[in-house]
């Protein structure tokens, strides 16, 4: 009797912990629309801090561009403030092209839809907070 007690204490809360790992854990779905080129890979970025935006990548992933269209989704995330960056690689050399100006030939964008001036946009302005999962549309032209 004593085992079985134990046992189902024990599994009570294996149970508790797995749920409450989900909870704690979200999904950033990005829906990606393509206007002018079919053709290529969208690579993301995912920063989860101020200090590591364009500097640390928290996560990262590449979809092919099928049909104008591209989906990602990041899994198993905390709960938090993050931000993203994207380009579309129209060459797949996994690199964004720029002029001899430092200009991207390649589009690109930021979360938040914004373009930063010379440079990247500030973190504040791109930044999602996140607590649930999330679904984000992003149009590329």
Not at 43 to 51: C, G, P, Q, V, W
Not at 67 to 81: E, Q
Not at 103 to 114: H, L
């Amino acid at each position: 009797m004593r085992t079985s007690l134990v046992t189902l204490v024990l599994f009570i809360n294996l149970i508790s912990n797995v749920f409450s790992q989900e909870i704690d854990s979200v999904s950033i779905t990005l829906d990606i629309s393509i206007t002018k080129f079919n053709k290529g890979n969208i690579l993301i970025a995912l920063y989860d801090s101020e200090e590591g935006y364009m500097k640390e990548i928290h996560k990262s992933g590449e979809v092919l561009v099928k049909d104008n269209k591209a989906k990602l989704i990041f899994h198993s995330l905390k709960k938090g403030v993050y931000a993203f960056s994207f380009f579309h690689d129209l060459n797949n050399n996994k690199k964004l092209d720029t002029n001899f100006l430092g200009i991207p030939k390649e589009p690109y964008g930021f979360s938040n839809n914004k373009k930063g001036r010379f440079g990247p946009p500030k973190f504040n302005e791109v930044s999602l907070v996140i607590n649930r999962n999330s679904y984000y549309e992003i149009a590329i032209e």
